[in-house]
């Protein structure tokens, strides 16, 4: 009985142990290890506190230590496993701040994109409005200028030439005068200004020019010796100039008609007028938007008889430019400028839109001088055409014309011929051209201290073309042509002109087989290269003869091409 006893007793402890086992394992799964102390404690009160009176006592024990092996295994797992969130969360916190700091970027990104944006699209809409402005404004400048025009031609209508026009042998039968210079003279005058002046009240112009040139003219030189009528002949003209003046007076609507591709110019060649016609024919020109004006042979002289039988003076032709915001070219040609004209000149230059000024055989010793001086030394000279040709300048300014020549100013074109300069002068001119790369021509001639043969020829030529070898000639100026050099650049384009130059020096040592003398430091490596570079010499040198005159003699490319590739 007591066995049966001590049997129930031990299957109750066992099954304790089992119910505390399973409750360990349930909350193990469930995710929980706040049991664990109830789990050690339950095995160390059944190790220490019962295990005594099992007869078995080895097998509980090392289910014990198996049990508390696989927890201690289980617990360094779980470890392993808060350290692996504690590190995702950390990760997640880091990843959740760059989130934040690429949203903060992102809409600053976004604004400033935006605000850019806007900021083209105001522009572009600006300048679209800008256009859309600007091309009603041209269409309503257009359409008011055609009204202008229109309404100047129905003001015209019944417009009559009120002058009589006579021919020279009515003029010398009705007593007008009895000379027949001077029948000739008032006859040619009337004919052409009535047909200047009819031109101008039908809204045309009297003279058309290549390039889309359209002017008025007026051209009254009788021969070469240029005769001067006294007063009272030219005041026969009188009445002819008044119908003139008021028609130029009210032809500006045609001028500001003109296409802008059009160049509307006016000149007076040769023009013979006294003190009252002169300031009629001024005041009709002052404002007149003509885009050149010309005056040639006009000088009225300094004296009083001068005054009643000379053209347009130089104070009436600065009075007539200073009121033109138009002017593009101004030329003078025999009107005599004084020293107190200089100033105004210059100033016009500067302060104008002036591009090209001529002033042709005007100046008195010491004036040209003093003219050239000034407009090379007041400031920047806008000009690309230059001519003071029979001026009677000397080698004063020449130190300050290569100087300025040596800066590469816009300047393309000077002529200063028949002047006083020498040879030396020359030679200064030539060397400021090796700086100089806009200025394509450049007339010397007729210069009385100056010849073809002289120092000052041979320093263009070298300057231009220095044949002394390959790479002096390819260190020439390129862009300049003087009339002084046998040969000079007459290809508008400057690489055809470099080339035509080396091509030419190559041809001329061909003759002579010397083409191999110069090549001894030339590595065989550049065999390819040279026989490249001398086909695109010869093709430009056929260009330049296209299109250039003198043509330049020349052999064909396998001549020297021959000639090198003997060498090696």
Same mark, same amino acid.
């Given at each position: ?12 402890? $066992? ?9 360990? #394992? ?7 290890? %706040? ?51 504690? =590190? ?23 604004? %400033? ?14 300048? *679209? ?45 009705? /007593? ?9 003279? *008032? ?64 032809? %500006? ?43 040639? #042979? #006009? ?23 200073? $009121? ?70 000397? =080698? ?19 002529? !200063? ?38 120092? /000052? ?18 260190? =020439? ?10 040969? =000079? ?15 030419? !020096? ?6 002579? *087989? ?43 490319? !396998? ?10």
């Amino acid at each position: 009985m007591s066995d049966k006893k001590s049997s129930l007793a031990k299957e109750r402890k $066992s099954n304790d142990g089992r119910a505390a086992t399973v409750a360990v #394992n349930y909350d193990v799964v469930s995710g929980g290890i %706040t049991h664990v102390g109830c789990f050690l404690s339950s095995w160390f009160g059944f190790l220490f506190g019962r295990g005594g009176a099992s007869s078995s006592g080895a097998s509980p024990n090392k289910n014990g230590v198996s049990q508390l092996d696989r927890m201690e295994e289980m617990m360094m797992r779980m470890e392993e496993k808060l350290a692996t969130v504690s =590190s995702l969360e950390s990760r997640c916190e880091r990843l959740e701040e760059k989130c934040s700091s690429l949203e903060n970027l992102f809409e600053s990104k976004f604004d %400033t994109l935006s605000f850019d944006l806007d900021q083209k699209c105001d522009s572009l809409a600006n300048r *679209l409005e800008a256009k859309i402005d600007s091309a009603r404004a041209q269409e309503t400048d257009k359409a008011l200028k055609r009204h202008e025009y229109n309404e100047m031609l129905i003001k015209n209508q019944r417009w009559e030439y009120s002058v009589p026009v006579l021919s020279m042998n009515e003029l010398i039968y009705n /007593g007008y005068t009895e000379d027949e210079a001077e029948a000739e003279h *008032l006859a040619l005058g009337a004919r052409g200004m009535k047909i200047a002046t009819t031109k101008m009240r039908r809204g045309e112009f009297d003279r058309e020019r290549s390039g889309n040139e359209k002017g008025i003219e007026l051209a009254m030189n009788l021969n070469d010796d240029h005769p001067i009528f006294n007063y009272a002949v030219n005041n026969e003209l009188l009445p002819h100039w008044k119908e003139f003046a008021a028609a130029l007076e009210q032809f %500006t609507p045609a001028i500001n008609l003109l296409p802008d591709n059009c160049v509307s110019f006016f000149k007076l060649d040769g023009v013979q007028l006294n003190s009252d016609a002169m300031l009629l024919v001024k005041e009709a020109l002052i404002g007149k938007p003509f885009q050149k004006l010309l005056f040639a #042979n #006009n000088d009225n002289g300094n004296n009083a008889e001068d005054l009643a039988r000379g053209g347009m003076s130089v104070d009436a032709i600065l009075e007539v430019v200073e $009121s033109n915001k138009h002017l593009q070219k101004l030329e003078i040609r025999r009107n005599q400028i004084d020293s107190q004209h200089i100033e105004r000149l210059c100033s016009v230059v500067r302060n104008y839109p002036l591009v090209e000024l001529e002033i042709f055989d005007s100046c008195a010793p010491g004036i040209g001088d003093q003219m050239l001086t000034a407009l090379l030394t007041g400031g920047d000279l806008k000009l690309e055409r230059l001519d003071m040709s029979h001026n009677n300048i000397t =080698s004063l300014g020449i130190t300050i014309l290569s100087d300025y020549l040596a800066t590469n100013p816009a300047l393309k074109y000077l002529f !200063l011929a028949s002047n006083e300069f020498n040879d030396s002068d020359a030679e200064l001119i030539a060397n400021a051209l090796r700086t100089n790369m806009t200025l394509r021509y450049i007339n010397l001639e007729g210069n009385i201290n100056m010849n073809y043969d002289g120092a /000052g020829a041979k320093a263009f030529r070298l300057v231009l073309c220095d044949e002394s070898s390959l790479n002096a000639a390819a260190d =020439s100026n390129h862009m300049c042509f003087c009339v002084l050099c046998d040969y =000079s650049n007459r290809h508008e384009q400057r690489q055809i002109n470099r080339a035509s130059k080396i091509y030419r !020096l190559l041809s001329s040592r061909n003759r002579m *087989l010397s083409n191999v003398n110069h090549f001894d430091d030339i590595d065989v490596k550049m065999l390819p290269n040279m026989l490249e570079a001398v086909g695109k010499y010869h093709d430009a040198v056929r260009e330049y003869n296209e299109n250039a005159y003198p043509r330049i003699s020349y052999v064909e490319q !396998l001549s020297i091409m021959y000639e090198i590739m003997r060498k090696w």
